[in-house]
C-alpha cells in the first residue's frame, strides 16, 4: 500500500477531537521533512479549536524541528455558538502563533488572492526548508456550527447581511471582473452545479462499499 507522503496530494482523515488536525499533520510534515520529499503539510483549526492545548504543543513542535507545515485557523467568529471575543485569550489568532517563532499572518478569508497569496508564500518557506507558518483566515459562517443550530447568538438579519458582503464568490466575481466577462463566469458556475449535481446523483445511485473494504486504511502495516 501506498504511503501517505508518497502522495503528491494526501488527505488525512476529520477527527471529532476540536484541535486535533495540528498534532497530527506536524506527523506528516515529519514524515516528509525525513523523506525530504518536497512534501508540505497542512492543517485546518477554527478560531475555538486554536484554544486547545495541543495546537499550542504542536506549533512549538514544528518551530522547533522546523517542519514544513502551514497551520490554517479558521477564525470564523464562533466556536460552537461561543463568541471569539469570549473564548480567545487574545485578539490576534495569527499574533499568538508567531509567540511561537514562526511568521505569522491574517487574511480575509473570504478574499481568493488575499488566501492563495498568503498560502504560496507559507508554501514556498516550507518547502524551501524555512519551516512552519500560520495563516489566520477571518471569515464568517453562513451556516450554523450544525444543521439545525438555533443560532440564538445572532439574529438573522445579521446572516443576511453577511451574505452580501462577505460572500468569497461574490468578491471573487468582482476581484476579475475586469478580465473574465460574466457569461464566462455564468458558465463555470453552471458548469460547476453541473458536476455537482452528478457527482450526487451518481453517489446516490451507487451500491453500498462491500463489508469487506471497512478496515481499508485503517491499519497500517509496518
Ligand atoms: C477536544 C475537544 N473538545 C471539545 C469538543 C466539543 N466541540 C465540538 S465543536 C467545538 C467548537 C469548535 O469551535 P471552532 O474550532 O471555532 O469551529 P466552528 O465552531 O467554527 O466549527 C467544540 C468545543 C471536541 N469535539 N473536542
Redesign the pocket.
Known sequence: SMHIADLSVGMLGAN????GAPSLAIGAALTAKTLGNGGVAASF?????SN?GTVFEAMNMAVVLELPIVFVIEN?G???ATGRDYAVGTTSIAQRSASFGMPATTVDGTDFFAVYDATREAVQRARSGGGPSTIEAVAH?FHG?FEGDAQLYRTPEQVAELRTTDDPLQKFRASVAKTIGADELDEIDRAARELVGTAVAEARAAAYPPVSSLLTDVYVAY
Open positions: 471529532a477531537i476540536v484541535g483549526t477554527g478560531d475555538g479549536g486547545q470564523n464562533y466556536g460552537e459562517r456550527h
